[in-house]
């Protein structure tokens, strides 16, 4: 079963305007959520995490929400730049576990000029 | 710095046959994870090694097994190659904060025929 999920398989969305992608879990022990980015032919990069004891954190024009009540995190990137088109993963951390991250399946983003 | 390097980063293999990775993490980390990424799938964990030492494992069939020197570089290897074992296998390392960010190599892809 899987612990943590992304629904949505694709976004596209218009240059200039704010993408949302979303990931939910179940796991109420996950104490660190992260996001990654990854072009094709290439390893996932460090977008932004947040801590679970936190409800927002902002990097330039990345911005992570989390929802402890309903398991929901999001990413925000505002605004969208046609650079921005990548699979996003959504990982999640049991507390301790550093090496150990449990990984949606991706959204890929395509952000159109 | 060098980033976490990964051989070969392509292979063909039949099989039955047996594969065996590397990969080299960031100087000065101590940990290697390893990650199975599959086409609709999300990444999935393998194992962890810290200090010459498996830290967890994942729910993989035995087949999967791996090793960590004491220069911290990692290898794993794949016995009696089966069609789905066909993936790219991401190898990430970490030194801290104990934030679950991870450094991923680009990865080593493996065709199984």
């Known amino acids: 079963d899987q612990q943590v999920k992304q629904n949505s398989p694709s976004l596209s969305v218009q240059e200039g305007r704010i993408s949302i992608l979303n990931c939910d879990y179940t796991n109420s022990m996950f104490d660190y959520f992260l996001w990654y980015k990854k072009y094709p032919a290439e390893g996932p990069t460090f977008l932004i995490s947040?801590?679970?004891?936190?409800d927002k954190n902002e990097d330039g024009r990345f911005t992570v929400f989390l929802n402890k009540s309903a398991k929901h995190l999001s990413l925000h990137i505002v605004p969208s730049q046609p650079g921005d088109s990548a699979v996003y993963f959504c990982a999640a951390r049991e507390g301790g576990s550093q090496g150990n991250l449990i990984f949606g399946k991706g959204t890929k983003l395509s952000v159109k000029p | 710095k060098a980033g976490v390097t990964q051989t070969p980063r392509y292979l063909i293999k039949t099989r039955g046959q047996q594969v065996t990775l590397s990969c080299s993490p960031i100087?000065?980390?101590?940990?290697v994870s390893w990650y199975q990424q599959t086409p609709g799938q999300g990444l999935q964990f393998l194992f962890e090694?810290?200090?010459?030492?498996?830290?967890n494992k994942g729910n993989f069939p035995g087949r999967f097994s791996g090793r960590q020197f004491s220069n911290s570089r990692s290898e794993m290897n794949v016995s009696t190659l089966e069609l789905g074992d066909s993936a790219l296998y991401l190898c990430?390392?970490?030194?801290?904060?104990?934030?679950?960010?991870?450094?991923f190599g680009e990865g080593s892809r493996l065709t199984v025929l």
């Open positions: 947040i801590s679970s004891i936190k």
């Open positions: 090694y810290f200090s010459e030492t498996q830290r």
């Open positions: 990430a390392s970490y030194s801290g904060p104990n934030t679950g960010e991870l450094f």
């Open positions: 100087s000065g980390h101590r940990s």
